[in-house]
């Protein structure tokens, strides 16, 4: 049988399946055996407290949902004292998520998360398009990213991941900037900036006007992006966006990701995710694949010229 753990950094994860911050919590154990995921990972937890956005915060679109849900929460240590000692009950390493507006508070996260055993990853979220009306975050810039992760890297000793932004019109940049600020992994991506409006009123269908879009459609453009980051950079990568089935961590992890987060998919079915990690293995007994680290980059296309005038000249 397969083995399926993969190495993040220094840290083992015993299969390649994580859910995506945000679209979980540990209240998904009355539906699944969270003991059988790669990790577990916390809903973005602020500073301070927070209402979140005003409603309402998710509209239907034709191809997936968009949402604008504002990072809603009671704060850190509400979080540390409360939400940390449920998800400890569980085997999975805990990742945290942590977002703030400045370089200070995000130091002060890292610091503050990297005081419990029982956080095994701080994750930091620098590209939630919904945290304020602009969808502005430190992510969309490589000199920001380079800042906001080296002021975290002094603080911690934890692992640190970091989220992108597929709205950054250079993630290899960023993601180049996270990698030499201290990032221990790169997390890719976080949702699309987009808007609806409704014919019927004109109005803006969100009470934030703009939300992220998550969407199995995406999938193509987030493996594309991690594909490109995997040839900039050396750290693992952990591909989220648009996973539905095992076939979609297997082209995560050629493009080379080495994990997957999922959380649309879970949305749709709360069972995906465990179902995910099954067919996987049988995906990989099924082609003799005795490790499926194995996968990752493996993609094979050394032959295929990259550069698009070159490759036409050559005829076909
Ligand atoms: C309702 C909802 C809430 C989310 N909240 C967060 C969040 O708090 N922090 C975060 O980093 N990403 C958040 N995300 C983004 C997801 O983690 C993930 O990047 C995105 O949904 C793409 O993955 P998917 O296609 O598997 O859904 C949220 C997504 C949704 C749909």
Redesign the pocket.
Known sequence: MVDLSVRIGDLTLQNPVTP????FSWEYNDVIDLNRLGAL?A??ICREFRWGNPTP??AETEA??I?S?G?PGKGIEYFMEHIVPEYARFKPPLVV?C?ADNIEDFAALAEELSKSDDVAVV?A?I??P?RNLTGQNFAMHEGYTRDCIQAMREKTKKPLWV?LSPNAGDMVSVAMAAEEAGADCL?I???FLSLKIRTDNFRPALGNKFG?L???A??PI?LRMVYQVAKAVKIPIIG?????CAEDVVEYMLAGASAV???????RNPTALVTIIEDLEKWCDARGIKKVSELIGAVKDDDMELDTLVAASKGV
Not at 20 to 23: K, P, R
Not at 240 to 244: A, D, H, L, M
């Open positions: 995506a911050s945000g679209s990972v809903k973005t915060r998710m997936g949902i949402q849900i990072l998520s977002s994750e979220n590209s939630c919904t989220k997390v991506a976080n949702t992220g998550v969407s199995p995406l999938k987030v989220i966006g648009g996973v539905t987060g999922i959380g649309y998919a879970a949305f």
